[in-house]
């Protein structure tokens, strides 16, 4: 099978370039022909500043990018696009010279970005869905991306207007969310509950099962507000200084935390900063345990598969996507979002009751031979482009059941 991956990167690196890259690489490990199409946010730097000011209309429809994925279509041939993102660079424009070729298109929904500016739905500290209920110029209105309403109207303007022409409807075949409960925020938002089916994330590289427990809990994650980190300080400020907090990772939030962390005299919290993969896995590893605190619904936490390879239990956020991986008492434990008094009993619990945790442990390893190995992976992927292929529904519904929900409509 050849196929076409797409992407377009953000400034800074994250999960869903990870998953690409996984994804392209297992493909490759599997026999089919592999064509991507990859252009980054980075490039907006080089950009002068009135080609900036133009930035929102080609974030819109991209000629240029049209153009060259229309030309690699024709040279290439593929049986089958897969899109894992389009924003900024490369724009919606090129699912019309996918339709126009009558080649079926796949897209990943790695986040929430089809229904809200900000991706995430959330906005000053909470949970928020006015954008799925409402109009998506409420984004604007608050300024949502990156606390600005012209970034935030650049957004709301490119989901606007494919909403309108019915981008969305017509020329994608079938959508990958990455949790059940990622589909129904979408089924809520108008999108065709047929289209729309779950795959989740995998870890590419099995790390193997952990074989000793060290002194420490582990964090591993972007220092930003939606993570929790002020959660998670919260409950360990109360914990005795053997029981160790290691932080992996960096973002803006991390000076204000760290002197949080001197003012308050913290010496059981340790920030590492950023480590190589192979680091932080061996640091998995070693921990006690993972917290994922994050105040957000998130999309799929890599790190938790990442812990679930390890042998090593999660403590999260009952809210979202963690709530949905993790199994509370039987992969790991879930607090209340946001409330650091729950987070310090349950991480209190899970210190002193390391019997119980190491068995929880063995369960998520046992989830991640379940579920999200390179191979099942592949095997979900496979059954998903071969429907599309045949021209069959990606989510049939069960024989009788004719009930349908109208197409998206602009809002």
């Given at each position: 099978?050849?196929?076409?991956?797409?992407?377009?990167?953000?400034?800074?690196?994250?999960?869903?370039?990870?998953?690409?890259?996984?994804?392209?690489?297992?493909?490759?490990?599997?026999?089919?022909?592999?064509?991507?199409?990859?252009?980054?946010?980075?490039?907006?730097?080089?950009?002068?500043?009135?080609?900036?000011?133009?930035?929102?209309k080609n974030s819109v429809w991209s000629g240029d990018s049209r153009k060259e994925f229309s030309d690699l279509l024709d040279k290439q041939a593929p049986d089958l696009v897969?899109?894992?993102?389009?924003?900024?660079?490369?724009?919606?424009?090129?699912?019309?010279?996918?339709?126009?070729?009558?080649?079926?298109?796949?897209?990943?929904?790695?986040?929430?970005?089809?229904?809200?500016?900000?991706?995430?739905?959330?906005?000053?500290?909470?949970?928020?869905?006015?954008?799925?209920?409402?109009?998506?110029?409420?984004?604007?209105?608050?300024?949502?991306?990156?606390?600005?309403?012209?970034?935030?109207?650049?957004?709301?303007?490119?989901?606007?207007?494919?909403?309108?022409?019915?981008?969305?409807?017509?020329?994608?075949?079938?959508?990958?969310?990455?949790?059940?409960?990622?589909?129904?925020?979408?089924?809520?938002?108008?999108?065709?509950?047929?289209?729309?089916?779950?795959?989740?994330?995998?870890?590419?590289?099995?790390?193997?099962?952990?074989?000793?427990?060290?002194?420490?809990?582990?964090?591993?994650?972007?220092?930003?507000?939606?993570?929790?980190?002020?959660?998670?300080?919260?409950?360990?400020?109360?914990?005795?200084?053997?029981?160790?907090?290691?932080?992996?990772?960096?973002?803006?939030?991390?000076?204000?935390?760290?002197?949080?962390?001197?003012?308050?005299?913290?010496?059981?919290?340790?920030?590492?900063?950023?480590?190589?993969?192979?680091?932080?896995?061996?640091?998995?590893?070693?921990?006690?345990?993972?917290?994922?605190?994050?105040?957000?619904?998130?999309?799929?936490?890599?790190?938790?598969?990442?812990?679930?390879?390890?042998?090593?239990?999660?403590?999260?956020?009952?809210?979202?996507?963690?709530?949905?991986?993790?199994?509370?008492?039987?992969?790991?434990?879930?607090?209340?979002?946001?409330?650091?008094?729950?987070?310090g009993q349950k991480a209190a619990w899970a210190w002193i009751h390391p019997e119980d945790m190491t068995e929880m442990g063995r369960a998520a390893r046992f989830e991640y031979?379940?579920?999200?190995?390179?191979?099942?992976?592949?095997?979900?992927?496979?059954?998903?482009?071969?429907?599309?292929?045949?021209?069959?529904?990606?989510?049939?519904?069960?024989?009788?059941?004719?009930?349908?929900?109208?197409?998206?409509?602009?809002?």
């Open positions: 099978m050849k196929i076409c991956l797409v992407h377009n990167s953000y400034e800074q690196r994250g999960g869903e370039d990870v998953v690409f890259e996984q994804e392209m690489a297992n493909l490759k490990r599997h026999g089919h022909e592999v064509i991507a199409y990859h252009r980054s946010n980075t490039e907006i730097k080089s950009h002068s500043p009135l080609a900036q000011i133009s930035l929102a897969h899109v894992h993102n389009t924003f900024f660079m490369i724009s919606p424009s090129i699912y019309s010279a996918c339709r126009e070729r009558g080649i079926p298109v796949v897209q990943t929904l790695h986040n929430f970005r089809l229904i809200c500016p900000a991706h995430t739905l959330y906005r000053q500290g909470s949970i928020c869905e006015e954008c799925l209920n409402g109009s998506l110029w409420n984004s604007v209105r608050h300024g949502c991306y990156r606390e600005s309403r012209v970034m935030t109207a650049t957004l709301a303007t490119i989901l606007s207007w494919h909403r309108l022409m019915h981008t969305w409807d017509n020329s994608i075949d079938c959508y990958i969310a990455l949790t059940e409960f990622s589909r129904e925020k979408f089924i809520a938002a108008g999108f065709h509950p047929d289209k729309i089916v779950v795959k989740p994330n995998f870890v590419d590289q099995d790390p193997g099962p952990k074989t000793k427990t060290g002194d420490f809990a582990l964090y591993v994650g972007r220092l930003t507000p939606e993570k929790g980190l002020e959660t998670l300080l919260a409950a360990w400020q109360h914990f005795p200084a053997q029981w160790q907090l290691q932080v992996i990772g960096s973002g803006p939030e991390r000076p204000g935390l760290e002197s949080r962390i001197r003012r308050q005299n913290l010496v059981n919290i340790n920030f590492r900063g950023s480590l190589s993969r192979p680091e932080t896995i061996a640091l998995m590893k070693e921990a006690r345990f993972l917290v994922v605190p994050s105040l957000w619904y998130e999309g799929f936490p890599m790190v938790i598969a990442e812990a679930m390879a390890c042998g090593t239990p999660v403590i999260c956020s009952e809210l979202g996507a963690m709530e949905e991986i993790v199994g509370h008492r039987r992969t790991g434990l879930h607090f209340t979002a946001g409330d650091a008094e729950d987070l031979e379940r579920r999200y190995t390179a191979e099942k992976n592949y095997a979900a992927l496979m059954k998903i482009y071969r429907r599309v292929l045949n021209g069959q529904a990606p989510n049939p519904r069960p024989a009788g059941n004719t009930s349908q929900l109208p197409a998206l409509a602009a809002r």
